[in-house]
């Protein structure tokens, strides 16, 4: 079996420059490629429902941290999970007409439920994040930070994957308070 990797972090944020009673939002964008984006397929999901193997679990946590003299968190971190459903269904309303396809996935992203047609939509609500942080700029203090990012996944042994983690740091990006 092949290894799985987190794509490179994006860090994006709105400007460069905010004053100390400001709030900063960034985005951390990123995506899990590999052996289990690749496993997780209509052929293997309904071999699997097949099986009784009928949940996928995927465990990730994002931490921003300050770099400097020495590395400090800023922000709370994510510590969070996406959840793919398998189900059998014949409901009228999710007919692909190209396919006689009867196993569906439904993906939980926060709680909130998602089902897509098709295997590329499925593995995008499943494996492409775009998580937001939000922090006081008074939290760094006056003057020029360096922002980084770590990110981290990990999921259990299924009919079509072993246990397995990822784990990738972003690129630092600089930002300045007033």
Sequence with gaps: MG????????LLVEKDKFSSD??????????IWGMIRDAFNEKNWTEAY???????????????????????????????????SLFWTR?????NP????RVWVQVAKNFEPYIRLTEEEVQQELFDFNEKISFNA??????????????????????????????????EIEIEIN
């Design 3 to 10: 290894s799985s990797y987190i794509s490179d972090i994006e």
């Design 22 to 31: 400001e709030n900063i939002t960034i985005n951390v964008k990123f995506s």
């Design 50 to 84: 097949n099986k009784n193997d009928n949940t996928f679990k995927l465990k990730y946590g994002i931490k921003l941290f300050s770099v400097g003299f020495r590395k400090h968190e800023v922000s709370e971190a994510i510590d969070s999970y996406r959840k793919a």
């Design 91 to 95: 409901n009228p309303k999710l007919v």
């Design 98 to 101: 190209h396919k006689d396809k």
């Design 138 to 171: 008074s939290e760094l203090g006056k003057g020029k930070h360096k922002l980084g990012a770590e990110a981290w996944a990990s999921w259990q042994k299924h009919d079509y994957t072993e246990p397995d983690n990822a784990k990738n740091q972003a690129k």
